[in-house]
């Protein structure tokens, strides 16, 4: 079925350092794949979608690159603020696959910013 | 626009009790979820309304869990009688249509069966 795996954590890094999750992806149709954060006391919420291959989705200063012939969509950042401290969760969404279109969620990765 | 709320924020209850959860979604969303997070997971999707109809319960234990959503709007899921695995963040969400990816999040009511 369809499934996502995404780097375990924690991540600590200093502020301004370059950031990288990354989250591979098992799916039976033609998913649209996501990134959700979860910031302290807080609900999840869509940081960036790409919804076909080689779409770039971005937002905040983030980004990440739907890769089919890798079936990845990792997590980018080129300087990482006090503020980004949260958990990041890799997310599909296949219509036509067994999940019915359902959001399909990895683990997590918290992150943690150092000042 | 008022996010998803949700309530108690906390639970502690022991194994065997009763505990219910309520969840009010943004207004004029038709479709609601439930999820369940347990400690180092990922949200699992327990059950989703579109108005005041079940979409999707397969994934929800039904001997143990139910969930209703009258009048289309706010949602209750209850447990009975609990048991030490229920311990987790359960989680509402709500989207303007059904199968939108765009969905919004409550905070969360985390509840631990002791």
């Known amino acids: 079925g369809d499934s996502v795996t995404q780097m375990e954590g924690p991540v600590t890094l200093s502020e301004e350092a370059f950031l990288t999750i990354n989250c591979t992806y098992t799916a039976t149709g033609y998913p649209s794949l996501f990134w959700y954060v979860q910031y302290p006391g807080e609900g999840l919420q869509l940081l960036l979608k790409a919804t076909k291959a080689d779409d770039k989705g971005s937002n905040k200063g983030f980004e990440a690159t739907y890769r089919k012939e890798t079936t990845s969509f990792h997590l980018e950042k080129g300087s990482v603020q006090v503020s980004d401290s949260a958990v990041y969760f890799c997310a599909l969404s296949d219509p036509t696959g067994g999940s019915q279109g359902n959001l399909i969620f990895g683990k997590g990765t918290k992150l943690s910013v150092k000042p | 626009e008022a996010g998803v709320a949700q309530s108690p924020r906390y639970k502690i209850i022991e194994k065997r009790q009763s505990v219910a959860f309520w969840c009010n979604p943004i207004?004029?969303?038709?479709?609601l979820y439930w999820y369940q997070q347990i400690l180092g997971q990922g949200p699992k999707l327990l059950i989703q309304f579109q108005n005041n109809g079940v979409v999707d319960d397969s994934q929800l234990p039904k001997d143990r869990f139910s969930a209703e959503r009258l009048k289309g709007v706010d949602s209750t899921l209850k447990i009975q009688p609990a048991k030490l695995e229920d311990s987790a963040v359960y989680l509402c969400?709500?989207?303007?249509?059904?199968?939108?990816?765009?969905?919004?999040f409550g905070p969360g009511t985390r509840l631990t069966v002791t």
């Open positions: 969400a709500s989207s303007l249509v059904r199968g939108s990816y765009e969905q919004y």
């Open positions: 207004s004029g969303h038709a479709t």
